[in-house]
């Protein structure tokens, strides 16, 4: 799950599509920026997990890089800007194959100059699109 900070959306992309996956997954989430390398999530991130029974206080925010085409099968990005600079570092086709937007075609706004309703709102945008997603992969192991 990337974002620009990794403060606001991408850790509550992470803790959501975690809670939804059983533990076997490796989810994690990283920023394009390393402006917040070490930080915890935006408290507004954590008060809107807590109050959806999502716990995303113990997370801290990474820089992408271009490991993480390496480690990860599938690389979610929340805005077009995002897209762009982490396409940027794939070496390859079978790399940007990995890549797309969390939502088919709209961006995660950027919730980090909003309010508290803006922060609910990312939630719900989340929440829907990782509840897809973890379909999505159950289904791919367990056709039937
Ligand atoms: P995020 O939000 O990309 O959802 O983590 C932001 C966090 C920090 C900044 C911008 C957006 N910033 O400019 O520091």
Known sequence: MVCLGNICRSPLAEGILKSKLPDTYIVESAGTINM??????????????????VDISKQ?????SAKDFEEFDRIYCM?????????SLANDLQQRKKVSLLLDDEEVPDPYWGEQK?????FQMLDSACEKIAADLQTQISPN
């Open 60 to 64: 801290k925010s990474r820089h992408f």
């Open 36 to 53: 917040h390398e070490g930080k915890s999530p935006d408290y507004r991130s954590i008060q809107t997990g807590k109050n959806n029974n």
């Open 79 to 87: 805005d077009r800007n995002n897209l762009k600079d982490v396409l």
């Open 118 to 122: 803006d922060f609910d709102h990312v």
